[in-house]
């Protein structure tokens, strides 16, 4: 009842146009004035609530093909830990690769921690425009042409210095760091795709879910599992909490505990966004029951221990 009313509002002209739409943008102007102290309070943050589910029904989703580097260091930290544990060699898959900011991230956090390690890492991507870019491996300061802010800004100068090379202006990523990444044009929500991956160690699926509507989010993601090795590990976040709890809760995906709490709130980007964006992400509220589950980005899958193996 709450959702169709939701819906109806969501829907609602006067002359043409959307009174919802002045509504919101005067909000969004509100919260961003106000201070950490008042929307942390149980009344404003219900409100909030409301405030996202009518943006969430109200906005234009659109597809974006940038992303930066380093972009949560816990999820990477997480990567790190998990990749001791799976045998030899270790499969990966991103998922949504976009400009090559995350898969660079997350070969540079494994590599460094485990130069040993045989690393299969392949990214998969649905524009073959970012995926030739994002092969090529060279960026440039400042603001990139596919993402609306630098890439690189999160990197401190001894990162820098450790992950690219410096050609002229721009920096490109070193060879040990690009070596072996098998770049795929496709489309994660196609049955295809997952099959043509294999059965990986970890699937990374962050950031690009929150675009589509959310039956649409909901089948990908159910598609998306279906690459993960049982026992193996998907890292979901940037997507609607709601479609990723479902998932989750009808599949009896198992959350990831360590570090939930720091991945959550490691990409200011999507928090500092809630909740006037469509793909903001709430503060976490352990009033709720389910709040494990909802909040967190990290799930082991299928039946198999923490040791998983995937065929060679």
């Given at each position: 009842m709450a959702q169709a009313m939701l819906s109806r509002m969501a829907g609602l002209r006067i002359l043409g146009k959307s009174p919802l739409g002045a509504y919101l943008r005067l909000n969004e102007w509100i919260w961003k004035r106000l201070p950490p102290s008042l929307t942390a309070l149980r009344p404003i943050t219900l409100y909030?609530?409301?405030?996202?589910?009518?943006?969430?029904?109200?906005?234009?989703?659109?597809?974006?093909?940038?992303?930066l580097f380093l972009r949560n260091r816990a999820e990477l930290e997480l990567i790190r830990r998990l990749s001791g544990k799976a045998g030899h060699p270790m499969k990966i898959a991103v998922l949504g690769s976009s400009n090559g900011a995350e898969v660079y991230s997350i070969s540079w956090a494994v590599r460094s921690a485990q130069p040993d390690l045989k690393l299969i890492l392949q990214a998969?991507?649905?524009?073959?425009?970012?995926?030739?870019?994002?092969?090529?491996?060279?960026?440039?300061?400042?603001?990139?042409?596919?993402?609306?802010?630098?890439?690189?800004?999160?990197?401190?100068?001894?990162?820098?210095?450790?992950m690219f090379d410096r050609e002229g202006d721009d920096?490109?990523?070193?060879?040990?760091?690009?070596?072996?990444?098998?770049?795929?044009?496709?489309?994660?929500?196609?049955?295809?795709?997952?099959?043509?991956?294999?059965?990986?160690?970890?699937?990374?699926?962050?950031?690009?879910?929150?675009?589509?509507?959310?039956?649409?989010?909901?089948?990908?993601?159910?598609?998306?599992?279906?690459?993960v090795a049982p026992g193996g590990y998907l890292f979901v976040s940037g997507i609607d909490l709601d479609v990723r709890t479902k998932v989750a809760t009808e599949l009896g995906w198992k959350p990831v505990p360590d570090l939930l709490e720091q991945i959550h709130d490691g990409d200011q980007t999507l928090r500092v966004s809630w909740p006037y964006k469509y793909w903001g992400?709430?503060?976490?509220?352990?009033?709720?029951?389910?709040?494990?589950?909802?909040?967190?980005?990290?799930?082991?899958?299928?039946?198999g221990s923490d040791q998983v193996s995937v065929p060679r």
């Open positions: 909030g609530h409301l405030m996202h589910s009518l943006v969430r029904l109200q906005a234009g989703r659109q597809m974006y093909l940038g992303t998969v991507d649905i524009s073959a425009k970012v995926l030739k870019f994002a092969q090529e491996g060279v960026y440039a300061p400042g603001v990139s042409e596919l993402v609306n802010e630098p890439v690189l800004e999160r990197m401190t100068a001894k990162e820098m210095e450790e920096f490109r990523v070193k060879p040990w760091i690009a070596k072996g990444i098998d770049w795929r044009l496709g489309d994660a929500g196609d049955p295809g795709t997952v099959e043509a991956l294999g059965p990986q160690h970890i699937v990374v699926a962050n950031r690009f879910l929150c675009h589509m509507r959310p039956a649409e989010a909901e089948r990908c993601l159910r598609n998306i599992a279906r690459s992400l709430e503060p976490i509220d352990r009033r709720r029951r389910d709040w494990k589950v909802r909040y967190a980005s990290v799930f082991q899958l299928g039946e």
